[in-house]
């Protein structure tokens, strides 16, 4: 298992969660160049060490719950469908927790597509797996500080096609003080949003 990590301790990084926050709660995605911005600096940070170079994202198409983005400069385009919860759990209840996204991310430059990422609002409690969860079908994901990555590479492509086919996502964790969360996003739109990014980041 190679680990993609995630600089969860980036300036930057929490500025946009600030920004994307500041919107409202009722808006989920629709043309937000900050949350689109924030995603290009993760995926660039992912990429190679250093600062973000990813420039300034482009709203590809808003398709049902989740966006299309795209942003990169020639040789290093990232693409990537994002979308945030459409209903969230805790127990115990209502314990508070910063903004949570799900996405998949294109880097042609580095031969990944669609790699599948979560950002779940809190530090993930230290050693623990999270699972990713479409009807029966369950994936598990290891953590590391707020962030989830799909465990076993080789599945990965098997979860984006049952997420493709799919109703429904339920990501499940544990905070690093003992609050589980259950996370629950609409796939309504994901298909066609993967289907622009792969038009866009070929």
Known sequence: MTKRRLNSGGIARRAMLFAILATGPQQVLASSADQASF??????????PGPAGAGQPNL??????????????????VCFALAKPTSSQTVPPNRPRDPTY?????????????????????????????TAEVGSAKFPMYTESDGAWIKDANEEARLVDTMRKGTDLVIKGTSARGTQTTDRYSLKGLAQALDRVSQECK
């Open 102 to 130: 799900f996405f998949l991310t294109t880097r042609p430059a580095d031969n990944v597509r669609n790699e599948v990422s979560v950002i779940i609002g809190y530090s993930f409690k230290p050693n623990s797996e999270t």
């Open 39 to 48: 995603q290009l600096a993760q995926a660039s940070n992912r990429a190679a």
């Open 60 to 77: 590809l198409g808003q398709y049902g719950d989740w966006g299309a983005y795209s942003g990169g400069k020639a040789g290093a385009r």
